[in-house]
């Protein structure tokens, strides 16, 4: 779980003195994430931090304020957190542009006296910073058990009412199934990072939420949220992802619904899974699926017998499928349009820029392959949910 600059700023102001430590500017951006800290003594220092950082100096190889503006101003570019100037022998005050540059750009600005000893508030960031990810990575465990072993209560519940996560709340799950752009495996280090920064996002929209990776999934819980907060909330993240990212990775997006309580956790996960999983099927890449949204389809999210599934599905649509591997068409893709239009002759042909003989042609032969008839609303709604199967497998 991210730990949020503003809240690690509260911890640490507990344990110090009122004057030790003290924010002075970029007060809009203390609900960015920290995940480390770092000594940063020049500019060319600063362009080795990655992120998500707090930068700590005392100026000691600065030799100019227009030195400590550009320090300043290139911790900002790198993705720092905040930064924390230390006032004494090599910096005696901060000019106002440093200040009115982090209000500007909502980048935490701190000060602190030299009497505050640096090496002190240091160890109490990097204490709670270590606390974050021991908490992070037990919830983690947590929640992954809950969707693994959702009947053996006691290796999730306890961790998860430790942490303030209450077996009566609603649960909902997003999963992101990431592909390249080309429909392979995304690197690790690039799905990390992508995991990273929406985190970090995620953090600024909504509280109490953990995401984490399962293969190639980013997996987000969320905790007592109304569906509609939550796709808001997904489709916020997505967008504001960095465009780098976006460039580079597919994302496709599922909703589960939420729960009654904290054990049917792995439901609303198979759910978003299945949700995100047609989405990709269907080549709708950045838009979340939601349960709530999905009508008839819901019905089918729910089915946890793949075997039923597969069993209807061959009885039903295999035989076509078929057909076009043979004969090289695409009565399926064609059934698909059909049903896209309502079902309706007329309104296919027109989207299709078809003939309505051609479309009563394909009907005509569909029926044939499939042995069924179009005129019984039955057999039409058997092929509308074998196709919706065939994606879902």
């Known amino acids: 779980m991210a730990l949020q600059l503003g ?14 430590i003290e924010l002075i500017a970029g007060e809009k951006g203390l609900d960015k994430v920290v995940r480390w800290m770092h000594m940063v003594e020049g500019v060319e220092i600063a362009r080795f931090l990655e992120g998500d950082e707090v930068a700590f100096t005392t100026g000691i190889a600065l030799k100019s304020d227009d030195e400590l503006f550009e320090l300043v101003r290139e911790a900002y570019v790198r993705g720092a957190s905040g930064i924390v100037i230390n006032l004494g022998p090599y910096i005696r005050n901060i000019p106002q542009q440093i200040i009115n540059f982090c209000n500007e750009n909502s980048m935490p600005l701190f000060r602190m006296p030299w009497q505050a000893h640096m090496a002190h508030i240091m160890k109490f960031f990097a204490e709670e910073i270590t606390m974050a990810e021991k908490r992070s990575l037990e919830l983690i465990s947590a929640v992954k058990n809950a ?10 519940v306890p961790t998860l009412e430790h942490y303030g996560y209450l077996p009566e709340w609603k649960y909902c799950i997003a999963v992101c199934e990431c592909t390249t752009k080309t429909g392979g495996e995304v690197e690790q280090n690039l799905l990390e990072n992508l995991m990273n920064g929406m985190e970090a996002l995620m953090a600024m929209e909504i509280q109490n939420t953990v995401v984490f990776r399962i293969e190639n999934q980013i997996v987000t819980l969320f905790c007592n949220t109304d569906d509609e907060h939550i796709e808001t909330a997904i489709n916020h993240v997505i967008n504001a992802l960095s465009p780098s990212l976006r460039e580079t990775v597919n994302i496709y997006i599922g909703i589960g619904r939420n729960t009654k309580n904290v054990q049917c956790i792995h439901k609303t996960y198979s759910i978003a899974a299945k949700a ?13 699926a939601a349960y709530r949204s999905m009508g008839a389809q819901q ?20 035989p076509l499928v078929k057909y076009d591997e043979l004969n090289h068409t695409d009565l399926v893709g064609f059934m698909r349009s059909y049903f896209t239009y309502g079902g309706r002759v007329k309104e296919t042909a027109e989207g299709m820029f078809l003939h309505r003989n051609s479309i009563n042609y394909k009907l005509r032969k569909i029926e044939e392959i499939l042995h069924c008839d179009f005129s019984d609303i039955n057999a039409k709604l058997r092929i509308l949910i074998a196709i919706e199967i065939m994606d879902l497998m």
């Open 7 to 20: 809240k690690l700023y509260s911890r640490v102001k507990e344990k110090c003195n009122d004057d030790e």
């Open 299 to 318: 019905l089918l999210l729910l089915l946890d017998e793949p075997e039923i599934m597969h069993e209807f599905y061959e009885e039903t649509l295999e």
């Open 147 to 156: 969707i693994n072993f959702s009947a053996s209560y006691d290796l999730y």
């Open 276 to 288: 995100a999983h047609l989405q990709k099927k269907r080549e709708i890449e950045g838009k979340a």
